[in-house]
């Protein structure tokens, strides 16, 4: 007799891509340390020569801060290309599986979207890793743009194919859906999807001097960004029919906080559109419209937070899935709503009640307001170390025949 060695994650799902999102979110995190931290005037956001420029004249507080922010950012990107090669090469494998044409043909299909989506952060998460790395980059980012565009088109296709084919197959015809198994908010899914690639759309309307480049950029995100809410909003109606039946399914019960990431990046492409409208067609707003937007946004994020948080204590899902010794893949929807939460927090505490003079930056009322958005963003970096533990690490099976 001999004793193989088997992990949870050698039962593929593709939800394991979320896994590659949280990563990648991570890595975003840390880069709201330099966003808002070191000066970038005359750029809407910090490049390698802004950080340079700050390691050299800033006190040693500014310099652990850009050495903690890109070591970050160095380590969680890599985590993030790691796990999204790991999920792509599993993911051929199970396509040629019976397992495979079994999701396909259940609500579980949907699932498939968390691909597009790993891999529009992955775009998102290898630009900031340009931008923080590589000298000299801004003198070449308006021939940049038109490619990410491109990558990101390439990207929405993918996702509008996988969401063609789930639709068309469940709204074609009556009775294979299944109602009684949509108790969660897992069918959100593609929304999310469509929403990442938005955002990365929405890029550079904020950053080029391009006109049409920008013009490019709002029409194209805000297309995506309104499939993105109406998706989430259907999604979510019928959802919340089932889940008032049957309860919340327990594996699926981290879904209810899916809408957190999703409201992060719609706010991030607002935020982004609105610069570019400023900068480059005078269409003007104020702080204190950014402030209170950027409130009501984190009032949805705290309001399904604390729903997810309450189901899921009274499920008992986090001493199973979490802290004990039971797997689910769907644990892994657990790390981006702690991330997009931390890094709205942040946009509200700079662009919101900063730029408002509601408080004063670094003072006492801003390092307690950024110690809940770091405090988030180490629940993350807790749960993903903690799950890719579980889900990676190799367990003693059953003895089976050595032949």
């Given amino acids: 007799m001999a004793a193989t060695q088997t992990r949870p994650a050698d039962i593929f799902s593709p939800i394991y891509f979320l896994g590659s999102l949280g990563a990648g979110g991570i890595s975003v995190s840390f880069f709201m ?69 079994r999701l396909r043909a259940s609500n579980a299909e949907s699932t498939l979207l968390a691909m597009p989506l790993a891999l529009a952060m992955s775009v998102n998460a290898l630009f900031i890793v340009g931008l923080v790395f590589v000298p000299r980059l801004w003198t070449v980012i308006e021939f940049l743009f038109p490619a990410a565009l491109g990558a990101f088109g390439l990207i929405a296709v993918m996702a509008f194919r996988l969401i063609g084919a789930f639709l068309g197959r469940v709204l074609s015809k009556g009775g294979i859906f299944d109602v009684t198994a949509h108790n969660s908010f897992a069918q959100l899914t593609p929304a ?97 419209q950014t402030m209170v937007f950027l409130a009501r946004m984190l009032s949805v994020q705290i309001a399904f937070l604390a729903l997810g948080i309450v189901v899921l204590r009274a499920q008992g899902y986090f001493k199973d899935f979490v802290i004990g010794s039971k797997t689910s893949a769907g644990s892994y929807a657990l790390v981006c709503p702690f991330v997009a939460f931390a890094v709205l927090l942040q946009f509200f505490v700079n662009k919101g009640l900063v730029a408002a003079e509601v408080i004063a930056k670094f003072d006492t009322a801003y390092w307690i307001l950024t110690a809940v958005a770091i405090a988030s963003q180490m629940i993350a970096i807790a749960i993903i170390l903690r799950l890719n533990r579980q889900h990676f690490s190799r367990n003693t099976a059953v003895p089976i025949p050595a032949a």
């Fill in 192 to 288: 999310l999807a469509i929403a990442m690639i938005a955002v990365g759309f929405a890029a550079p309307a904020a950053m080029s001097a391009n006109p049409a480049t920008v013009a490019a950029s709002l029409i194209l995100s805000t297309l995506l960004a309104i499939l993105s809410v109406l998706y989430t909003l259907f999604a979510a109606t019928t959802a919340v029919s089932s889940m008032l039946h049957y309860g919340t399914a327990r594996e699926a019960g981290p879904t209810l906080m899916i809408i957190v990431p999703i409201v992060t990046v719609l706010s991030i492409l607002m935020m982004r559109q609105s610069h570019g409208l400023h900068t480059t067609f005078e269409a003007h707003g104020n702080a204190g």
């Fill in 33 to 101: 340390f330099l966003m808002f931290w070191v000066p970038h005037p005359g750029r809407p956001v910090p490049i390698f020569e802004d950080i340079a420029a700050a390691w050299d004249s800033g006190e040693t507080p500014m310099q652990i801060a850009i050495a903690i922010a890109m070591a970050g950012i160095a380590a969680f990107t890599f985590l993030n290309i790691k796990s999204l090669l790991w999920s792509l090469s599993a993911y051929r494998t199970f396509k040629r599986t019976d397992a495979y044409a």
